[in-house]
């Protein structure tokens, strides 16, 4: 695809339900980002792999939320137990090279909505 | 702990002026900055990249300054239109921290 591609767009869930959402990234894309964005306001780092480097998880707000990245490729977050604090749009990114000074590609998101 | 403000959460213009935001950072010593659109429901587009050696960057009718003294930069939107009404992102990154890091943004709207 030309772009980041992020499935479901749209998740309602109940609270206590585990979910996953997915992010495929632009093709040959070495670096990955998910972020969080609740409403009006900004985007909150979640979690940032790089090439073969372990994975910068500083920003995941609680044992709960864990992500992976398989064959380098695509992304999976997952939020166990899943709480109303966790709404949110969760964005993932993507970019060319494992360096500071390219730009992120971004999808459009995947909102959550947990009941 | 690294902060990063955009002064204005809103700022409304009128066409055909000039928009100035600003992205103030503390305990961060970035070697980039860089500057995204984003529009309702949709993921922040990239717009401009300057470097820390860089003073001004200039794409078309967008213009970021960089004060690395200051730990400042601003973003000017001339000629500004209703289109450009969108929120606009800054992010720093910068050594071997390669992680982007956001302001919550300010919402620019440009009126007819």
């Known amino acids: 695809g030309a772009g980041v591609s992020q499935s479901p767009s749209n998740k309602v869930t109940e609270k206590g339900k585990d979910v996953e959402l997915r992010c495929d990234p632009i093709?040959?894309?070495?670096?990955l980002y998910w972020y969080r964005q609740s409403l009006g306001q900004g985007l909150e780092f979640l979690i940032y792999?790089?090439?073969?480097?372990?994975?910068?998880k500083s920003g995941l707000p609680s044992d709960r939320f864990s992500a992976e990245r398989t064959g380098g490729s695509v992304s999976t977050l997952t939020i166990q137990r899943t709480q109303q604090e966790d709404s949110a749009v969760y964005l993932c990114?993507?970019?060319?090279?494992?360096?500071?000074?390219?730009?992120?590609?971004f999808g459009q998101g995947t909102r959550l909505t947990v009941v | 702990s690294q902060k990063i403000e955009q002064n204005s959460e809103a700022l409304n213009i009128q066409e055909g002026k000039t928009a100035t935001l600003t992205c103030n950072y503390t305990?961060?010593?970035?070697?980039?900055l860089q500057w995204y659109r984003q529009d309702p429901g949709r993921g922040p587009v990239f717009l401009l990249l300057i470097r820390e050696n860089e003073k001004e960057k200039r794409k078309e009718r967008l213009k970021v300054t960089f004060d690395t003294t200051l730990k400042q930069s601003l973003f000017h939107i001339t000629a500004s239109q209703p289109a450009d009404s969108a929120t606009y992102l800054c992010?720093?990154?910068?050594?071997?921290?390669?992680?982007?890091?956001f302001g919550k943004g300010t919402l620019l709207t440009v009126n007819p």
């Open positions: 792999f790089q090439g073969n480097s372990a994975p910068d």
């Open positions: 093709s040959g894309h070495t670096a």
């Open positions: 990114a993507s970019s060319y090279q494992m360096s500071a000074n390219t730009e992120a590609f």
């Open positions: 305990n961060y010593s970035p070697a980039y």
């Open positions: 992010a720093l990154s910068g050594g071997s921290n390669y992680k982007l890091t």
